[in-house]
């Protein structure tokens, strides 16, 4: 059973929609992070939340982590084919000397 | 500014044999972490290294070691491997020990036929 779970696994959409990308987990995070993976890459950071109910944005990424620390969510908006990638969710629980991370959703934006 | 540099970039293993893998941390950085990602997988931690020491240890058996040195630079080792061992071995840095925003090498590729 994954700690965090992300939905959806795969997502494939056209260039100029709209999307968003949850990670779940029935326990609460001192922080979470979201970070993007290429082919052949490590995962590179995107944003860390760290405040119940915070909203952070990056151009056209919106991320925000739930009020009771347990989920976050990852919206893009009119996506473009760079945005091809596997975004990855992480959590930091307080006390726990590792990060656990969700197993990924997989994003194709077809042009 | 460095960032996480690994080598080697692939490797290919029996089973059985032994291998070492090596991390190299960002300037200024004093924590490793290493993580195995299976193919489709998110990355599941394996230990972190603070100031030479392991600073925790995530569900991998004894065969899997590690090490770090003054420079901050690290090795991960693994024994008598399995064919299951087969995936991208991450390592990343950060400033502080613990989960803080880590920054992520571009991984090993382990193959074990």
């Known amino acids: 059973t994954q700690l965090l779970e992300q939905s959806p696994q795969f997502l494939s959409i056209q260039e100029g929609e709209n999307l968003t990308v949850y990670c779940n987990s029935s326990?609460?995070?001192?922080?979470l992070q979201w970070y993007r993976q290429e082919p052949g890459e490590g995962p590179v950071l995107l944003v860390t939340?760290?405040?119940?109910?915070e909203v952070k944005k990056l151009k056209r990424l919106t991320f925000q982590f739930g009020d009771a620390r347990k989920d976050s969510s990852l919206h893009i908006t009119a996506a473009q084919p760079g945005d091809t990638g596997l975004y990855l969710c992480?959590?930091?629980?307080?006390?726990?000397?590792?990060?656990?991370f969700g197993q990924g959703t997989r994003l194709t934006i077809n042009p | 500014e460095t960032g996480v540099t690994q080598s080697p970039t692939h490797l290919i293993k029996t089973r059985g044999q032994q291998v070492t893998l090596r991390c190299s941390s960002q300037s200024g950085h004093n924590t490793v972490s290493w993580y195995q990602q299976a193919l489709g997988q998110g990355p599941q931690f394996i230990f972190q290294y603070y100031r030479e020491e392991e600073n925790g240890r995530g569900n991998f058996p004894p065969r899997f070691s590690g090490l770090q040195f003054p420079n901050y630079s690290s090795e991960l080792n693994v024994n008598a491997l399995e064919l299951d061992d087969s995936a991208l071995y991450l390592c990343?840095?950060?400033?502080?020990?613990?989960?803080?925003?880590?920054?992520f090498g571009p991984g090993t590729r382990l193959t074990v036929l």
């Open positions: 990343a840095s950060s400033l502080l020990a613990g989960n803080f925003e880590q920054f």
């Open positions: 326990s609460v995070f001192s922080s």
């Open positions: 939340v760290v405040t119940g109910g």
């Open positions: 992480a959590g930091d629980r307080k006390g726990a000397q590792k990060l656990v």
